[in-house]
Nanobody, 123 residues
Framework: QVQLVESGGGLVQAGDSLRLSCSAS????????LGWFRQAPGKEREFVAA????????YYADSVKGRFTISRDNANNTMYLQMDSLKPEDTAVYSC????????????????WGQGTQVTVSS
């Protein structure tokens, strides 16, 4: 059974940093493209970042480019999202996802999902 479990969310102030983790089990982690998505109250789920299976390429939404960094540790089946210079508009539930194909910013393209972790940024 595939499981993705996020951790690291919390309540921070604008300008602070957080590091989210996504731990995976039940799949051959190293061959999957991984992504982070977020969903704020009353809004649709949106793409945040993605990373290829070997970690050689990363992709970001324009809204987080230059502030967030996605990375992965295939030896430990874990993906990370370093979030710096957080803004109130970054407040959302952040979820990690995995897919067997290439990078895709469409949430429907992902096969497996975690439950999400809440990130709240106060002004």
């Amino acid at each position: 059974q595939v499981q993705l479990v996020e951790s690291g969310g919390g309540l921070v102030q604008a300008g602070d940093s957080l590091r989210l983790s996504c731990s995976a089990s039940g799949l051959t982690f190293s061959i999957y493209t991984l992504g982070w998505f977020r969903q704020a109250p009353g809004k649709e789920r949106e793409f945040v970042a993605a990373i290829t299976w070997a970690g050689g390429r990363t992709y970001y939404a324009d809204s987080v480019k230059g502030r967030f960094t996605i990375s992965r540790d295939n030896a430990n089946n874990t993906m990370y999202l370093q979030m710096d210079s957080l803004k109130p508009e970054d407040t959302a539930v952040y979820s990690c996802a995995a897919r067997g194909g290439g990078v895709n910013s469409n949430a429907r393209a992902y096969d497996y999902w975690g439950q999400g972790t809440q990130v709240t940024v106060s002004s």
